[in-house]
């Protein structure tokens, strides 16, 4: 499975080792999970790690090694009513590559979090954890 990664689960996987967060990290080889996030998140990730939380630089190394960096989108080939410019890469570009796009931001995600987008789902990463416990996935 092909997991997307937003900017705010991967600095909460790098602030808080015990979060679904870092799980999601901690799970990927084991379950066969293929992480994935852009250039415009990485900048995102780098900037925040260098301005905001430096203590968590150490575990940001560890990290993005787990991360595939893949091709930014900036257009979708269908309409879109998505009023956060800022994220429409990160939306774009996991519609384009992923199964899942896991993101912790419900203030600019929460209109795609219910109903997905185009059939990719938006979840939380602990929602996504509760998910595939209940589907067999995962021991519990």
Do not use: I
């Not at 909460?12 to 679904?20: L, M, Q, T």
């Not at 799980?23 to 780098?46: H, K, M, N, P």
């Not at 209109?111 to 939380?124: D, I, N």
């Amino acid at each position: 499975m092909r997991l997307f990664l937003d900017a705010s689960v991967v600095l909460a996987a790098c602030g808080r080792v015990e979060g679904a967060s870092h799980a999601v990290f901690d799970l990927a080889t084991a379950q066969g999970w293929r992480l994935l996030t852009g250039d415009y998140v990485l900048r995102e990730v780098e900037r925040n790690v260098r301005e905001r939380l430096p203590a968590a630089s150490g575990e940001w190394s560890v990290l993005r090694s787990a991360l595939a960096v893949v091709t930014d989108e900036l257009t979708h080939p269908w309409p879109v009513v998505f009023p956060a410019a800022k994220d429409r890469p990160v939306l774009f570009t996991a519609a384009a590559v992923a199964d899942v796009l896991l993101t912790l931001d419900r203030s600019d995600f929460g209109g795609v979090m219910a109903a997905g987008f185009y059939g990719l789902p938006v979840m939380k990463p602990g929602d996504f954890l509760r998910r595939e416990r209940a589907a067999g996935r995962l021991p519990r």
